[in-house]
Structure formats: structure tokens, C-alpha cells
């Protein structure tokens, strides 16, 4: 039996749901021809569940974060981006590679897993073991696949995937936080290396298809405000922090100039560049506009304005509390966004206006056999 709070906490949930169908109707009936097989590699922001099974616990996530149980897992309060953009092509929301209990990657297989990054390479699970990881799903999927397990992906499925990449939010985190900016700046490139080395490893066995988000406002995260004071100067006209949005503005341009530079190399390559930047930094500074309300505050956290995050007390762990309508919210956690910002940034990211090439996504599950 649920207590009053959980009813309540599920009645709020459901009510944002409707909420979400009715303002981010992303559900729509699919233009694919053939199922859209994506493959995912990330951090949390696009971890559905990876972080969870790996520690066998919850971990940050509070215990009745999410009223779906088929969301359960996610850094959030419910869906991730690429949920979002899955439900869009008409697809099942992607199994993490870590599942041992009722496999299916029909749809594709996810290794993002949060907390990962690029750098070190043979660290937790960053993004040199996720590849590493592929190619093992590759070979055992391959050999099954050929002996009749319909769970599974052939050759013609993994040639005609599409290999999603969002990643280095981790990196820069780390590097802005713990050295100067100078110093930072100058470990870009190897973050940018590291991706490269992964899209031409997936070229190499067939994969042609690509689609790379680049970081969002690191400035404008509830936690970098709350834990690195800076002087007031580097504070723009929406409270974010100047410095730590333009090291995420330069690893975006060399992460767009990747892209340009991988498409002129290779053969038959599709890569769409997505700027995820300018949509959350929109979303920010516009957010009541867009019916949002405390664009730099957490959810759920402690300590309440102006940030409501604390290191020592966040959501799930310690003394926190959940705001009564996170529907409202843009940060979930300090660090992650909710499921109606979530909601409001796959809509932006479907309409092509952020993308280069703006090639829509369901053009993908659209390639002739």
C-alpha cells in the first residue's frame, strides 16, 4: 500500500505526463519505413538505466523518482532526450548493455552510463570501454543473430544503425573545476581525439551513420553555480558562469569542426552535429516564456534558493526535498534536467533548426536496404 505522500507524488507524476502529451507531443505516429535501430554511447544524460544495474542500487535517484517503471534507472524524474527522440520514430526506449534479465535490442543497445567520460581512457566505464564494450556486443550479436536469435542484431542492422554520441559534459566538469582556464582550454582537444577515434572505429565495421550532441551550458548547472564561487565579473545577465560556458562554447566548435572534417574524409558518412547548447542556454534565459520558473534552481535537492543542490545532501541522498511542480523546473537535480525540459529540448532537436546538416530523424529509418 502507498502512503499519502507516494499517492501524491504519483498523482503529480501522472498529471505531468499529461501535461508533457499536451505541450511536447513528441508520441506521434512514426514516418519510418522499417524500424530505426539506434546505437547509444554517453553519460548520464543519456544513460537509461546502465549506472543502475552496474551498482545493483538507485544510487542518487530517489526512490519513487518516476511513476514508469519502464523509466526507471534514468537520472531524472523521468525521460531522457533520447527517450524522447526514440518515441518519435516509433521505437522502444533503448536497453542498457549492462541488462542481464529480459534482453532486447531490437531497437539498439545503450552504454552510456553516467558519470563516464573521455578521459582516462581505461577508466569506470568511459567512452574507450564503451567502445570496447560494442564491439563485443557486435561480434556476440553477429554469431547469435545467425543462429536464429531474433533479440539481436545482424550485419544489415548494425550497418544501417544509427550511432548516437553525447558525451564531454563529465570531462569539462572536471577539468574547469579543478584547474585554470588556460589549462583547461589546452585539454580540449584530446576530449575531441577520444570522440573522433570512436566514430572512425565504428566507420571501420560499416557503421555510416552518426548523430553527435555537443555539451550544453555547463555555467548555467545549479551545481557549478553552488560549488564554484567565482568573482562577479564572470557572471553573465542570466546568473550563469561566463567561463565555464565559453570552455563549453570552444569544445563545441572543435567538436563541429570535427564533424565538418570526418565528412569530408570518409565515404558515404552521415554525420548531423546537433547544438544542444544554444537550445538549453535558450531555454534558460527564456524560460518563463516557455512556462518554466527558476531556470538555475534544482528540484530536488537541499538548501533551497538560489540553487537548492549541496554536495553533502543531494537528490536521493541525504536531507533533500522535491518541488511540488517539477514540471515547471528545468533542473531535476542540480546537474539533470527534468522530463518537461528533456521534453521541451527533443522538440527543438526534431525540428532541425539545430542541426547541421538539418536532416530529420526519422530520415534515417528510411535508407533503401
Known sequence: MM?????????????ISIFLGLFFPLSVDSQCNKNLIIINFGDSNSDTGGYVIVRGMIGQLPKIHTFNHD?????????????????????GYLTPFMES??????????????????????????????????????????????????????DKD??????TIDIGQNDLDGIFGKVTYEKA???????????????????????????????????????????YKKNESDYDENGCLISFNEGAKIFNNKLQVLCEKLRDEMKNITIVYV??????????????????????MGCCGYGGPPYNFE????CGQGNYT??????????????????????????????????????????FCNIAP
Open 3 to 15: 502512503n499519502l505522500k507516494e499517492k501524491i507524488f504519483y498523482f503529480i507524476s501522472f498529471s
Open 71 to 91: 523509466l526507471s534507472g534514468r537520472m531524472c524524474d523521468g525521460k531522457l532526450i533520447i527517450d524522447f527522440l526514440c518515441e518519435s520514430v516509433g521505437n
Open 101 to 154: 534479465i529480459g534482453k532486447n535490442f531490437t531497437n539498439g543497445v545503450n552504454f552510456a552510463i553516467a558519470g563516464s567520460k573521455t578521459l582516462p581512457k581505461l577508466n569506470f566505464f568511459n567512452l574507450h570501454i564503451q567502445f570496447a564494450q560494442f564491439n563485443r556486443f557486435r561480434s556476440l550479436s553477429l554469431e547469435l543473430f545467425n543462429k536464429g536469435d531474433g533479440n539481436l542484431l545482424g
Open 158 to 163: 548494425l550497418r544501417n544503425a544509427l550511432y
Open 185 to 227: 582550454i589546452l585539454k580540449i582537444p584530446d576530449i575531441i581525439s577520444e570522440i573522433e577515434n570512436v566514430i572512425k572505429g565504428i566507420y571501420e565495421q560499416g557503421g555510416n551513420n552518426f548523430w553527435v550532441h555537443n555539451t550544453g551550458p555547463l555555467g548555467c548547472l545549479p551545481k557549478s553555480l553552488a560549488t
Open 275 to 296: 547544438d544542444i547548447y544554444s537550445i538549453k542556454y535558450d531555454l534558460i534565459a527564456n524560460s518563463s516564456t516557455y512556462g518554466f520558473m527558476n531556470p538555475l
Open 311 to 314: 554536495s553533502n545532501n543531494i
Open 322 to 363: 522535491i518541488c511540488e511542480d517539477r514540471f515547471k523546473y528545468i533542473s531535476w537535480d542540480g546537474i539533470h534536467y527534468t522530463e518537461a525540459a528533456n521534453g521541451f529540448v527533443a522538440s527543438k532537436i526534431l525540428s532541425t533548426h539545430y542541426s547541421t546538416p538539418p536532416l530529420k530523424l526519422h530520415s
